[in-house]
């Protein structure tokens, strides 16, 4: 729930972003119409361009990223995949521009370029690449801190593995130790045998039921 109420966020931010750049830049071109309906045809055009963006980065986080980081498929492979499906895109964003957004949002209003013209590609080459790169640098990012993560917690769970493995050597010879010390003190008919027999015990007691956990008190 949480991750996703970050990716929401993170496309809302960008959108305001991405809308308030579109409405500056075709606010001088449309000096005859009232700033709220320049508003809303940039805010149509922001969320039509906003669908091909969402199918780049996506592919990047769910497909791209996820073979580089498992390693199983060649990366030029994988770099292959990115190159085509980053085109896509961009001839599907300047085929929403150039047949719906230019014609039908903005009327006809400013000038409509055509569909492969190089300086068009160019724009939205840069604008896809920003958005990809910075989706891509924090999924990377995401990806470091996780295997962090994983790394601390493997350690933690070799320590505490290693700990179980000394005290199951120890507590048989501590046990053998202390049966014998018993036997003499018995074999000496001791007045101590019925008091090391109780807190032999109680520390088999301590040992089998307390002191699993992951802090013990100084006094117990």
């Given at each position: 729930?949480?991750?996703?109420?970050l990716?929401?966020?993170?496309?809302?931010?960008?959108?305001?972003?991405?809308?308030?750049?579109?409405?500056?830049?075709v606010?001088?071109?449309?000096?005859?119409i009232?700033?709220?309906?320049?508003?809303?045809?940039?805010?149509?055009?922001?969320?039509v361009?906003?669908?091909?963006?969402?199918?780049?980065?996506?592919?990047?986080?769910?497909?791209s990223?996820?073979?580089?980081?498992?390693?199983?498929?060649?990366?030029?492979?994988?770099?292959?995949?990115?190159?085509?499906?980053?085109?896509?895109?961009?001839?599907?964003?300047?085929?929403?521009?150039?047949?719906?957004?230019?014609?039908?949002?903005?009327?006809g209003?400013?000038?409509?370029?055509?569909?492969?013209?190089?300086?068009?590609?160019?724009?939205?080459?840069?604008?896809?690449?920003?958005?990809?790169?910075?989706?891509?640098?924090?999924?990377?990012?995401?990806?470091?801190?996780?295997g962090k993560?994983?790394?601390?917690?493997?350690?933690?769970e070799?320590?505490?593995?290693?700990?179980?493995?000394?005290?199951?050597?120890?507590?048989?010879?501590?046990?053998?130790?202390?049966?014998?010390?018993?036997?003499?003190?018995?074999?000496?008919?001791?007045?101590d045998?019925?008091?090391?027999?109780?807190?032999?015990?109680?520390?088999?007691?301590?040992?089998?039921?307390?002191?699993?956990?992951?802090?013990?008190?100084?006094?117990?």
């Amino acid at each position: 729930m949480k991750r996703l109420f970050l990716h929401i966020a993170f496309w809302v931010l960008y959108t305001l972003q991405d809308l308030l750049m579109s409405f500056t830049w075709v606010r001088p071109s449309l000096t005859n119409i009232p700033d709220s309906r320049i508003l809303e045809m940039a805010t149509v055009s922001t969320l039509v361009t906003l669908i091909p963006k969402l199918l780049l980065s996506y592919f990047l986080l769910l497909v791209s990223i996820q073979k580089i980081v498992a390693g199983k498929v060649a990366l030029y492979r994988t770099i292959l995949e990115i190159i085509v499906v980053f085109a896509i895109c961009v001839v599907i964003s300047r085929a929403i521009s150039r047949y719906y957004i230019f014609p039908y949002v903005y009327e006809g209003l400013l000038g409509n370029s055509p569909l492969l013209e190089i300086r068009s590609l160019l724009v939205v080459t840069m604008d896809f690449g920003f958005i990809a790169g910075l989706a891509a640098s924090i999924k990377f990012v995401r990806v470091q801190l996780a295997g962090k993560e994983k790394e601390k917690s493997l350690v933690k769970e070799k320590l505490e593995a290693e700990l179980k493995f000394l005290r199951n050597q120890t507590n048989p010879h501590f046990l053998m130790n202390t049966l014998n010390n018993i036997y003499a003190l018995a074999r000496k008919k001791s007045d101590d045998t019925a008091e090391v027999v109780m807190k032999l015990s109680e520390l088999l007691r301590f040992m089998l039921y307390e002191s699993d956990g992951s802090f013990i008190s100084l006094a117990d």
